[in-house]
């Protein structure tokens, strides 16, 4: 099925243009060449330049909980006032965050949070297997832990959002186990004697360095024949409802379909498709000690403080929390410093040594759905982006309905869920 055409100029015009080469943008490439098409992966830096490169690595279909759950609203006043919390707002962004705060709120209903949860579900079910299937068995395991998640808390009792994330848990069929104290001293004996319980998710795995199995993957879509650009994209060739080319800054790159991948850069495109959607970039640190001697059997969360850690092949990772601003706006490293400061109490001995950091911004949507459509006034373009918190864990099956669609292949009734025009 590898269609390759030339225009009058003789440009090789490629069947699908991918652009974006993060998780999503990758795991799209692939799925297409191994379908068949003759598949052009762009990007401006390269695999693994954005979110993709150093996110928790958490990888699962069991992490269905929604941002915005009930009891969202009473938690805000602290965003904007609290620049070391678990969620801040910037003060250069307080304004522009109004809008974003009200989508958010009236996404954390009860009914939303749960029209949510089934979504996530939905698009991260069999990721794991569908790594597996990708990367080949030895590459995985390379790549890939399966030893679950746990979430881990200072508090005896459970607050208003643990019971949401369980009652959807046990609608959805995840299987879940609470851990005491004594037990998560056995099962983790590095972490502090702080936490006095633990839910253990043990169907979630967590891959041991999200940039190298973004590379992995780039470099299986390359040997399956796919080609790479590096350029940026600056806009697109329309014409009769249809994109005829990518405009970068240096050329116009001729295609017959165009797949949108570029995660929190995607806005100004899809706009440019005639789609405008709240895509707000949610940024999130790491910050990762090179020579740590703790190591951790689990990929742990602090549910208390919205960040988790994981053992990584570079080291031992703090990765999270929110920070709204713009995508491109130079990073807060105070944030850093603050993520350091919460995971040090999270361990018996002492976080020291070299330390690597890093933010990332999370493409992110009211309700944590990504986009998974064709646009409606282009029939050739098609869009895969906004994963929220979960790019890793969605972007395999995304991959696949946003290849059956390139195909004119009807999608399962659940995609309804990923549809662009849901904002109005
Ligand atoms: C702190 C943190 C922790 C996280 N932890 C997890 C986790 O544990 N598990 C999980 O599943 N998810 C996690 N995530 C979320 C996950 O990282 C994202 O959902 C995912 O990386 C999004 O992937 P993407 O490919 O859509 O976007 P990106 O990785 O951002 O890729 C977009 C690509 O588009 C390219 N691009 C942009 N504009 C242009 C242009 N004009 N021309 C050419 N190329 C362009 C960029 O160079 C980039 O390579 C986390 C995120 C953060 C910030």
Not at 59 to 70: K, M, N, R, V, Y
Not at 151 to 179: D, M, Q
Not at 312 to 341: F, K
Request: proline share 6%; charged share 20%.
């Amino acid at each position: 099925m590898s269609h390759r055409f030339t225009d009058e100029a003789g440009l090789q015009i490629a069947d699908v243009v991918v652009l974006g080469a993060g998780i999503v943008g990758v795991t799209m490439a692939l799925e297409l060449q191994r379908r068949g098409h003759n598949t052009l992966l762009v990007d401006r830096e390269g695999p693994a330049a954005g979110c993709s490169f150093g996110n928790g690595g958490a990888i699962g279909a069991d992490a269905c909980t929604p941002f915005a759950l009930p009891g969202i609203m009473r938690k805000i006043p602290k965003w904007y006032f609290d620049p070391d919390g678990p969620i801040t707002i910037n003060p250069g962004w307080a304004l522009r965050s109004v809008p974003w705060i009200l989508r958010w709120i009236s996404a954390s209903s009860m009914r939303a949070a749960r029209r949510s949860a089934l979504g996530l579900r939905f698009i991260q079910y069999g990721c794991l297997e569908g790594y597996r299937d990708m990367l080949g068995p030895g590459l995985y395991d390379d790549l890939v832990r399966e030893q679950g998640s746990l979430y881990v808390y200072e508090s005896a009792t459970p607050s208003r959002n643990e019971l949401v994330a369980e009652e959807f848990r046990r609608e959805l069929g995840i299987s879940s186990r609470i851990v005491s104290a004594d037990e998560l001293t056995e099962i983790e004996p590095s972490l502090s004697r702080r936490f006095r319980r633990a839910t253990l998710l043990p169907g979630n795995g967590h891959t041991v360095n999200p940039k190298r199995l973004v590379d992995t993957l780039f470099d299986k879509f390359t040997a399956a024949g796919g080609s790479f650009h590096r350029a940026e994209a600056i806009g697109f060739e329309l014409a009769d409802g249809e994109v005829r080319g990518l405009r970068t800054r240096s050329q116009s790159l001729p295609l017959n379909r165009l797949v949108l991948c570029t995660g929190v850069w995607s806005r100004e495109f899809a706009a440019q498709l005639g789609v405008r959607l709240p895509l707000v970039a949610e940024r999130g640190y790491h910050v990762t000690y090179t020579e740590s001697p703790i190591r951790l059997n689990h990929k742990v969360a602090n549910g208390s403080r919205g960040f988790g850690v994981t053992s990584m092949e570079t080291g031992l990772q703090i990765t999270g929390t929110v920070e709204l601003a713009d995508a491109d706006a130079p990073p807060n490293w105070r944030r850093a410093e603050a993520l350091s400061r919460a995971a040090a109490a999270m361990f018996e001995e002492p976080l020291v040594g070299n330390r690597t950091r890093w933010m990332g911004a999370r493409p992110s949507l009211p309700d944590s759905l990504p986009v998974i459509d064709r646009a409606p006034r282009f029939g050739n373009a098609f869009f895969n982006f906004g994963h929220s918190h979960w790019g890793l864990c969605g972007a395999p099956r995304s991959a696949k309905l946003v290849a059956d669609l390139v195909e004119g292949k009807s999608v399962p009734p659940e995609a309804g869920a990923y549809a662009c025009g849901r904002f109005g």
